[in-house]
């Protein structure tokens, strides 16, 4: 099972609205990583987790809060968005037990529209 | 000057063309490099790893040049299937995790 799965698919808000986006894996990797992508441009880090601990953190604006309940899921939460965070949200996952390679899998992203 | 850097396209070749995808990356100390193909509202998908020898996946060939911080991928007998985007993907140190991507490369194989 090579697969990470994310929900929802497809997600409609409101600036004043709090939702979650749940993303899942069940490879055993020790990694887990939300992306942004925009139309037209290559996915940008937003955290990174690292056995279940926040290890990478780019910066991002305190209205997403990331949430590692466990090795397996890994939860975005959002909280008074703006219409320019509308984008596609990927979940990524990896082992961590390499020193090459430590390829990164894709879930097919949340594509979230922020009205 | 950016992390990564490739070709920016896009590529319009025939059904059976040969065509060749060229990144640079800035970081001499980086040491995981990938090709990754991304469909029109699909996630990124792992095309190959590319290893320090080089390396072959059926029609795909991907090289790896330190001195140059340079890597290329070779598509051979191009198939439709195969238009998608290219994104020519660098990780940072030993024991990073993070990722750097390009721009990435459009090809369209036409019939």
């Known amino acids: 099972d090579t697969e990470v799965t994310q929900t929802p698919k497809h997600l409609v808000m409101g600036m004043t609205n709090k939702k979650s986006l749940k993303c899942e894996q069940h490879m055993g990797h020790r990694a887990m990583y939300w992306y942004k992508q925009k139309a037209k441009k290559p996915p940008e880090l937003m955290f990174v987790y690292s056995y279940e601990k926040l290890s990478i953190n780019e910066s991002v604006p305190s209205r997403f809060s990331p949430e590692c309940p466990n090795s397996s899921l890994l939860n975005l939460h959002l909280h008074a968005l703006q219409p320019e965070d509308s984008a596609l949200y990927l979940c990524?996952?990896?082992?961590?037990?390499?020193?090459?390679?430590?390829?990164?899998?894709f879930g097919p992203g949340t594509r979230l529209t922020v009205t | 000057r950016k992390e990564v850097e490739q070709d920016p396209g896009p590529f319009n070749v025939p059904e059976g063309a040969t065509v060749a995808f060229n990144c640079t990356y800035s970081n001499s100390a980086s040491q995981s490099f990938f090709w990754y193909r991304q469909d029109c509202r699909k996630e990124p998908k792992l095309l190959m790893s590319?290893?320090?020898s080089g390396n072959e996946d059926g029609r795909f060939t991907a090289q790896l040049n330190r001195a140059s911080q340079y890597i290329s991928l070779l598509i051979r007998d191009s198939k439709l299937s195969d238009s998608a985007t290219y994104l020519c993907v660098v990780n940072g140190q030993t024991g990073a995790n993070n990722l750097f991507f390009g721009t990435g490369t459009r090809l369209t194989v036409i019939p």
């Open positions: 590319v290893y320090s």
């Open positions: 990524a996952s990896s082992p961590l037990d390499r020193v090459e390679g430590n390829e990164q899998y």
